[in-house]
């Protein structure tokens, strides 16, 4: 069965931190390309970071660019969103995505993704 299974939310307090996983089961992250989407209550779902794994190229939404790093562990098939400096507009439900095919504009633009994990909630307190 094919499943992007994340995990590390939950609550913390403004300034702090929180390292995200998502493990990848049934496929192989390959030459793909990973991503981090979140959605806030009421607000639509936008993007975070995605990172293309044969190239090394990363892309970060602004608002947390300097904040947070992804990062990915092909032995472990797991890919990690560290997060750092936490406030209170970072608190959402955050989702992994991968693109099997390495598109990465196609995901980032548009958050077209071959697989989705089920999403992990981080709630920030101030």
């Known amino acids: 069965e094919v499943q992007l299974q994340a995990s590390g939310g939950g609550l913390v307090q403004a300034g702090g931190s929180l390292r995200l996983s998502c493990a990848a089961s049934?496929?192989?992250?390959?030459?793909?390309?990973i991503g981090w989407f979140r959605q806030a209550p009421g607000k639509e779902r936008e993007r975070v970071s995605a990172?293309?794994?044969?190239?090394?190229?990363?892309f970060y939404e602004d608002s947390v660019r300097g904040r947070f790093t992804i990062s990915i562990d092909d032995a472990k098939k797991t890919m990690y969103l560290q997060m750092n400096r936490l406030n209170s507009e970072d608190t959402a439900v955050y989702y992994c995505?991968?693109?099997?095919?390495?598109?990465?504009?196609?995901?980032?633009?548009?958050?077209?993704?071959?697989?989705w994990g089920r999403g992990t909630q981080v709630t920030v307190s101030s």
């Open positions: 995505a991968v693109h099997s095919k390495g598109w990465l504009l196609r995901l980032w633009n548009h958050g077209e993704a071959t697989y």
């Open positions: 049934g496929f192989t992250f390959g030459t793909g390309t």
């Open positions: 990172m293309h794994i044969r190239d090394g190229s990363k």
